[in-house]
């Protein structure tokens, strides 16, 4: 038997679709398999099937309302418990509003609140599953980090044939079951993450900075949060807002960084430095702004401290990773400072052109001294999903 839902807490988010009904057998199955299973139902699933049918089966409440019982505020209080949520099945509405943030019911309003994993299963008619705003819609949802489990082709309500029919129970399954996988795949776990640029000033209003806007380092820190981690983001100066629930502490300069990086990277369990730290600082910083003349202005610079290189002097235990920018020679140079640095993994990011600052996709490689393996072009939500996966399973096999 499959034992990877035993003792694990589920939410089912079901909404007013005619698939509604095979959720009694999904919520039947959960329970068989040891899970603790809350079902919230929107309006609209009341009138497929009824309440009643669910708490029968999970022998618990079922809620349809953010009014049943408002002084225990539900939707925060399932969504904290919970370790994975399915919705299942998730209408073109619901898809609607999730993707643009609408809360206007006890489900929607949950899965605002959530920071765990959520599955998302659509079943509805073809022609609103290929309507261009569902298709956008579904994207946009996917880019967040949402794991959509499309529909089959099948016989549906309509009594034709096409896309739109609710996975099989199996896949819903696996769905929730990769869920709290992912949410305890770093529970207990210390990971400590730099991220963004530096400035180094060389008067009060000018400085010497980068293209770097942290938001790979925010997308890890996110994940790692969601995977259950204690995470400590070292974050420099960006528009970007850290994630909700990670310690932030921000840093201007290298040498701030460094600071920091000493008091709280050291001892951890996995440090990602992902920071673009200026090599080097103007020696001198004026006091006041420098008044122009016509000659011209020289800068001397002086070296800043080599943050990781420092990190991997200290291991310990640490699985330490760190990323490298590189516009040639991407792996000779990727693979050095692996060795250099002493550090268990290195991130491959392809700069050429600016690719690879901001929000938006990028494209990375791993490298370890083992080995390689190329994590695609993705959104940077997806590419700190999958990079995560790839270094605990490495880090399990050191
Ligand atoms: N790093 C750091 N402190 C520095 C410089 C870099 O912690 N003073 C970290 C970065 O966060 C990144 C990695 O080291 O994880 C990058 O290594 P680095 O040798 O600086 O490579 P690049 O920035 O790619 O620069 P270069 O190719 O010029 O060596």
């Not at 400085?207 to 820190?221: E, H, K, P, R, Y």
């Not at 400590?232 to 701030?256: C, D, H, I, K, M």
């Amino acid at each position: 038997m499959d034992r990877r839902l035993e003792g694990a807490r589920v939410l089912l988010g079901v909404c007013g679709g005619i698939a509604a009904y095979k959720m009694a057998s999904l919520t039947s199955a959960l329970v068989q398999h040891g899970a603790t299973v809350d079902v919230i139902m929107t309006p609209e699933a009341e009138r497929f099937v009824g309440p009643l049918t669910f708490s029968s089966l999970t022998a618990r409440p079922v809620y349809t309302s953010l009014w049943d019982a408002p002084e225990r505020i539900p939707h925060i209080r399932l969504v904290r418990e919970a370790q994975a949520i399915l919705v299942a099945p998730a209408t073109a509405n619901t898809i609607a509003k999730l993707a643009h943030g609408i809360a206007d019911d006890l489900l929607t309003t949950a899965l605002l609140a959530a920071r765990v994993p959520v599955a998302i299963a659509p079943a509805m008619n073809t022609a609103m599953y290929e309507h261009p705003a569902t298709i956008e819609n579904l994207t946009t949802l996917r880019a967040r980090g949402y794991e959509v489990v499309e529909p089959e082709r099948g016989f549906l309500a309509e009594r034709e044939s096409g896309v739109g029919r609710l996975a099989s129970e199996e896949r819903l399954f696996e769905a929730l079951a990769l869920g709290v996988a992912r949410r305890t795949s770093l529970a207990g776990l210390r990971v400590a993450i730099t991220a963004g640029p530096t400035r180094e000033a060389f008067d009060p209003i000018r400085f010497v900075s980068n293209a770097s806007t942290g938001a790979t380092g925010i997308a890890l820190a996110r994940e790692a949060a969601l995977r259950g981690a204690d995470v400590t983001l070292l974050l420099g100066p960006t528009q970007l807002e850290p994630p909700f629930g990670v310690r932030t502490l921000r840093f201007t300069t290298a040498e701030q960084l460094h600071a920091l990086a000493l008091d709280h990277a050291v001892g951890s369990d996995i440090t990602i430095a992902t920071a673009a730290v200026a090599d080097w600082r103007p020696a001198e910083r004026a006091e006041s702004k420098r008044k122009k003349s016509d000659d011209d202005l020289l800068v001397r610079m002086v070296r800043n401290p080599d943050v990781l290189a420092e990190l991997g002097a200290r291991k310990g235990a640490t699985f330490l990773v760190g990323f490298a920018a590189e516009t040639d020679d991407h792996e000779a140079n990727a693979r050095e400072k692996l060795a250099r640095k002493h550090l268990d993994a290195i991130v491959v990011n392809d700069v050429r052109d600016e690719r690879g600052f901001g929000p938006g996709e990028n494209t990375l490689a791993l490298l370890w001294s083992g080995g390689r393996r190329d994590l695609g072009t993705a959104e940077k939500s997806l590419l700190a999903a999958r990079l995560l996966d790839e270094l605990i399973a490495l880090r399990e096999n050191r």
